[in-house]
């Protein structure tokens, strides 16, 4: 594959307008299944571009908020139907500039679609309730009202339903935003914006600023007009934006990192927790923040889900993505290959066993991309940094235990509680697992990855600020709740018949 010479110049959105960074300065976004191909040209913008999307943002929220709910779900709807029509699209777009494959990409496209029609109807649901007064002749009840400007920084992993499931409700609740999409995704979120565009939403209504999370996201918590701040990524950027926000006493929401385990008993089936263990940690190449990492086995079936996990891993067809035999595509950049080999090579130096795996592919079809072999690791200790630490790529920890009580204990056993996952056909085993584990989303018989979109999203511990994402839950970060008191004036010296 030559370099596309001809790839497009892309531009932020401010008021209303396609315009260029004050700064004049692009970046290429690189296919990284093979870095040749350049999917687009995006703005490193500087900070007097966020000075102008806030100020646009801030003029239309006055007009924006006044809207009923029934008028912004509309918008919502509308843009629902431009992305369905745009979807193939849109996810090949993911697919050159991500990595996942196109499978992956246009279920992820088509859960947005799913999210904005969500959100559509919440425009007509309540937004507030009435509360028994001790006052005689009183009526009190509360409202919910819109925060104002919003800024949404947002990851490259899920570049379409991330920007979205943040969006939608920002928006139907009466916010208008700044949007801030990862740099190595900025060409998917702006034809996600696009679509919005296209639906007819007022001018700043919604503004995108492309450019870097030490600029753009830097300044999105510091601007005093930004309201709140809602963040997907990485931990150590999650508590500085978190910092940020509240000195000045801005709203803030963090999601952020997974140590994700799948508890396998005795009663499991093997078979089905064998193909969604490496389902939950290889898909998407292991880059999800509910991915499975740890695999934590009770050693009576260890040896049998060991070897059916085995075979499982070998049969995976790492390739390019758009092609559709393709299991698993590149991780998402240069760097992260590096980020992921090099916790490989730490958990090989602190005594862990690699049974598979293990070593970047870079030769033959792989030459030009950012390829990893999927990996798998035994004899995995729970103070190992394999064990612990994020790494967020295609790295499966097996470990072994006594009992489901010990298994409890080694996955609580970390500073994250995102997500977690048990393969058990006993009651009393669900009954204890769902109990004491200590995760934000559990699941039963089901992969660490994933929720349905009416239902919140969130974790606990550091995986979270504690608040949740998704379904009805997100109006409780979008507005603030206003307290009202009605009291009638009484009429003196008129005949009331």
Not at 110 to 137: D, H, N, Q, T
Not at 264 to 292: F, N, P, R
Not at 342 to 348: L, P, R, T, Y
């Amino acid at each position: 594959m030559s370099v596309k010479s001809h790839a497009k110049t892309y531009q932020n959105r401010m008021n209303g307008q396609w315009v260029e960074s004050s700064s004049g300065k692009v970046v290429a976004s690189l296919n990284p299944a093979d870095n040749r191909d350049i999917v687009g040209y995006v703005p490193m913008s500087a900070k007097e571009d966020v000075e102008q999307a806030v100020s646009a943002a801030k003029t239309a929220a006055k007009e924006w908020r006044k809207m009923s709910g029934p008028a912004r779900g509309e918008f919502l709807r509308k843009t629902a139907e431009i992305l369905e029509q745009r979807l193939d699209d849109i996810a090949e777009t993911m697919t050159r500039e991500m990595g996942k494959t196109l499978v992956e990409a246009k279920g992820e496209t088509a859960r947005a679609v799913a999210i904005l029609r969500y959100y559509a109807s919440e425009g007509m649901r309540a937004i507030g309730e009435v509360i028994p007064s001790s006052e005689e002749g009183a009526v009190l009840f509360t409202s919910r009202v819109p925060l104002g400007v919003v800024g949404l920084i947002t990851p490259w992993n899920f570049p379409v339903a991330i920007p979205v499931w943040k969006m939608a409700p920002a928006l139907v609740y009466g916010n208008t935003v700044v949007i801030k999409p990862a740099l190595e995704t900025t060409v998917t979120a702006i034809k996600v914006v696009e679509c919005f565009v296209d639906a007819g939403l007022p001018a700043g209504v919604i503004n995108l600023v492309s450019g870097s999370g030490s600029v753009i996201g830097n300044e999105l918590s510091e601007h005093p007009d930004v309201k709140a701040i809602s963040f997907t990524g990485s931990n150590q950027v999650g508590c500085l934006i978190a910092s940020k926000a509240l000195a000045r006493g801005a709203k803030y929401q963090l999601e952020m990192g997974g140590k994700n385990p799948v508890i396998v008993t005795q009663s499991a089936d093997l078979e089905l927790a064998a193909e969604l263990t490496v389902s939950g940690s290889m898909k998407s190449t292991g880059q999800k923040c509910t991915a499975t990492s740890r695999a934590i086995v009770v050693k009576e079936v260890y040896d049998t889900f060991r070897e059916k996990v085995i075979e499982k891993i070998k049969k995976i067809k790492v390739g390019n993505g758009l092609e559709p035999d393709t299991y698993m595509g590149p991780v998402a950049s240069e760097k992260q290959l590096k980020s992921v080999l090099a916790a490989i090579e730490k958990g090989i130096a602190e005594g862990a066993t690699l049974v598979a795996g293990g070593l970047p592919l870079n030769q033959g079809e792989w030459a030009n991309g950012y390829y990893i072999e999927p990996t798998l690791f035994e004899d995995v200790e729970p103070s190992m940094s394999i064990a612990q630490e994020e790494i967020f790529g295609p790295v499966l920890a097996l470990m072994k235990v006594n009992n489901l009580q010990q298994a409890l204990e080694v996955a609580n056993d970390v500073k994250y509680g995102l997500s977690a996952s048990i393969f058990t056909n006993r009651l009393d085993e669900m009954m204890l697992y769902m109990q004491d584990m200590d995760a934000g989303m559990i699941r039963i018989n089901g992969e660490s990855s994933g929720v349905e979109l009416q239902a919140p999203f969130g974790g606990m511990k550091e995986s979270s600020s504690h608040s949740r994402e998704q379904g009805r839950a997100a109006i409780e970060f979008f507005t603030s709740v206003k307290t009202i008191t009605m009291k009638s004036v009484p009429i003196f010296g008129n005949n009331v018949n």
